[in-house]
């Protein structure tokens, strides 16, 4: 949990680097996140120093007796800012680049993010601040740390710019729960920002393989204001051996061509407890994604979740020629669905978020993608979101694709999302009431399908439940997709029940109105004569 004293020393550190000229938030996160990372350093190097002094084993050590000076121990009771500034700047971060070179684990992981970072901390004022501040964060719980960096993370929604990089999280659980990973699973998000996705994928995998006594740890904590609250952590205990070893090093993979982007979705997944986070830099819609990672770029995956680019055009050249084979177009959107349908394995799943256009763009190449999703692989499902879910950044429509690589369609569930719990404005409010969030009837309405199918109900009872296509979930054949041209938006098959009105007639209401103007005089003169 984190409390309002943490999320306040968050705050006031932001607000200590925008005082200090730093006002891109996604900046503010990449540096904050250089501390925390040269903290975690020295703390894992401390523990494996107090556990070789037990043990009497050496270990591969992070920092030479010359370097030694870098560790958080040591910069953090730098009494000199001018010195603490040469430091870091000349030689921590040099150091950050070179220690993957040499050092598993930590290191490794950062080295390919570290070619191009640098302090962009001028003041040395601001960055005694900044150390004193990360020193003063709990990093060393773990059940915190994941919750601290969401924390930090949910500013770029709130700072007005680059809050196109984050799906909303209530969104992204949906999505997860819909999914419903198993501990087998290759996850990847093929362009994936802050790594939203794939943290949320591993919360999930903790919650689901947590036994019910020995899993789950209930903890009843004080808030400031002096409020009980029950704190839930999940241990994943029922994640043993090799299924506990997949989790940590082979699970979860993300692809994304913003280097600061990535170096924030690595500490956000190592933040939230993955050892070992799959993370590189690439565009996966070039060709260079399948000559440099061409067991991933092709059937690599079986789960992929994804929110990717929804604007733009790019260079038609540059993108794999087995990617345009699916759909010739320039247009990312369509270019990703086609990339994502690559890289799963025959009988793979997909749930990613489209513009409403992919659904019902009349071009060759839309038409082509959706005909291809439905005649050559399944396409089990399609959720339209409300128009509001990505305010006040984007306030596109936009739709959930559900579908498996391989096979063919048969019939197709929609779902109209109409209220994710949150105002609709550019606020986005938090709303109560059962009426103000689908998000739950969604998920259980998809599991109800799903059960239907994969049991192989009698096709008058998939009817029974869902075939009347003027409720919020319903069936299509898709046969009836198409003769409609592969159309896929909700409202080319919902039918609305319109209800007739019932008016008086236009006598009877003038009527009223001559005699509540009699009314009104009377009242008028009465008035009048006490004037």
Same mark, same amino acid.
């Given at each position: ?17 925008w005082t200090g000229g730093i006002t891109n938030p996604l900046t503010v996160i990449e540096q904050i996140t250089f501390l925390m990372y040269a903290r975690m350093l020295d703390m894992n190097e401390t523990r494996d120093e107090k556990r070789s002094e037990r043990t009497g084993k050496p270990f591969n050590r992070r920092f030479t007796d010359e370097q030694a000076h870098l560790r958080w121990k040591e910069l953090v009771h730098e009494e000199s800012a001018d010195k603490l500034m040469s430091i870091v700047r000349d030689e921590l971060f040099a150091y950050f680049r070179e220690s993957g070179k040499h050092h598993g684990g930590e290191g490794s992981l950062f080295t390919e993010f570290m070619k191009d970072a640098q302090l962009m901390i001028q003041k040395p004022s601001l960055l005694v601040k900044a150390v004193s501040m990360v020193n003063q964060l709990p990093l060393e719980q773990s059940d915190t740390k994941g919750d601290l960096y969401e924390y930090l993370l949910s500013k770029l929604t709130t700072a007005g710019i680059n ?209 291809? =999703? /439905? %005649?050559? @692989?399944?396409?089990?499902?399609? +959720?339209?979101?409300?128009? *509001?879910?990505?305010?006040?950044? &984007? ?56 059960? =239907? /199918? %994969?049991? @192989?109900?009698?096709?008058?009872? +998939?009817?029974?439940?869902? *075939?009347?296509?003027?409720?919020? &979930? ?56 006490? =004037?």
């Open positions: 949990m984190i409390t309002g004293t943490l999320k306040n020393s968050i705050d006031k550190l932001w607000e200590e680097f809050g196109q990089f984050r799906t909303p999280r209530h969104i992204i659980r949906a999505m997860v729960e819909i999914a419903d990973p198993d501990q087998d699973a290759r996850i990847c998000d093929p362009s994936c920002g802050t790594a939203g996705f794939l943290s949320v994928a591993y919360e999930y995998m903790m919650e689901k393989y947590s036994s019910p006594d020995m899993g789950v740890l209930k903890e009843t904590l004080t808030d400031d204001e002096g409020n009980s609250v029950e704190q839930i952590t999940y241990m994943g205990d029922l994640l043993t051996g090799a299924a506990r070893q997949h989790v940590d090093t082979d699970m979860f993979h993300g692809f994304d061509f913003d280097a600061s982007m990535l170096r924030i979705a690595a500490m956000n997944l190592v933040m939230h407890g993955i050892k070992e986070p799959d993370i590189h830099y690439q565009d996966t819609l070039s060709q260079r994604f399948a000559e440099n990672y061409p067991n991933e770029a092709d059937e690599g995956f079986n789960l992929i979740l994804a929110n990717p680019p929804f604007k733009g055009s790019l260079d038609e050249e540059d993108v794999e020629p087995e990617v345009l084979r699916i759909v010739k177009t320039k247009k990312t959107e369509l270019l990703f669905v086609a990339r994502i349908l690559k890289m799963l394995r025959l009988g793979g799943r997909a749930a990613v978020i489209v513009p409403d256009g992919v659904l019902f763009g009349s071009s060759k190449a839309h038409q082509q993608l959706r005909k291809t =999703l /439905v %005649e050559d @692989n399944q396409l089990e499902g399609i +959720i339209s979101l409300p128009s *509001g879910v990505f305010k006040p950044y &984007a306030g596109v429509s936009t739709a959930i694709l559900l579908f498996t690589k391989g096979g063919s369609t048969e019939k197709v569930w929609f779902y109209d999302l109409q209220a994710d719990g949150y105002s609709l404005d550019d606020k986005r409010t938090p709303l109560k009431g059962d009426d103000s969030n689908d998000l739950p009837d969604v998920i259980s309405q998809w599991k109800s399908y799903r059960q =239907l /199918v %994969e049991s @192989n109900a009698e096709q008058s009872a +998939i009817d029974e439940q869902f *075939g009347d296509k003027t409720q919020k &979930a319903f069936i299509v054949d898709a046969e009836d997709i198409k003769a409609n041209k592969y159309d896929l938006s909700i409202n080319r098959y919902k039918e609305v029940v319109y209800e007739e009105e019932v008016y008086d007639p236009p006598k009877e209401i003038l009527g009223r109105l001559k005699t509540l103007e009699t009314e009104i005089l009377n009242d008028l003169y009465e008035l009048e004569g006490m =004037l």
